[in-house]
């Protein structure tokens, strides 16, 4: 069984940064593309960046481009995200998702974590 874990989020002023980690379990860790989503209340789940299972650049959402980086730790099973420059519109919580072989930016992925929450105080 597939398990993603969350970890990193919390409370920080804008202008901050923040990194978000994801542990992956129970699977083959090098076949897995893993994303990152975020929701805010009362809004959808919105795509903020995904990193393929394969050699290749990570995808971001424009809102986040420049200001977020994502990387891959294979030997950990591990993806990292880091955010810089956080805006108070970053607020939200963030989950990581993974599926294998295709790299895709809906929320057609098959495994999810609970989430962890990011505060961005103005």
């Known amino acids: 069984q597939v398990q993603l874990v969350e970890s990193g989020g919390g409370l920080v002023q804008a202008g901050g940064s923040l990194r978000l980690s994801c542990a992956v379990s129970g699977g083959i860790f090098r076949r897995f593309t893993v994303g990152w989503f975020r929701q805010a209340p009362g809004l959808e789940r919105e795509f903020v960046a995904a990193?393929?299972?394969?050699?290749?650049?990570?995808l971001y959402a424009d809102s986040v481009k420049g200001r977020f980086a994502l990387s891959r730790d294979n030997a950990k099973n591990t993806v990292y995200l880091q955010m810089n420059s956080l805006k108070p519109e970053d607020t939200a919580v963030y989950y990581c998702a993974a599926v294998q072989f295709v790299l895709r930016t809906d929320t057609q992925y098959d495994y999810w974590g609970q989430g962890t929450q990011v505060t961005v105080s103005s």
């Open positions: 990193i393929s299972w394969s050699v290749g650049s990570p």
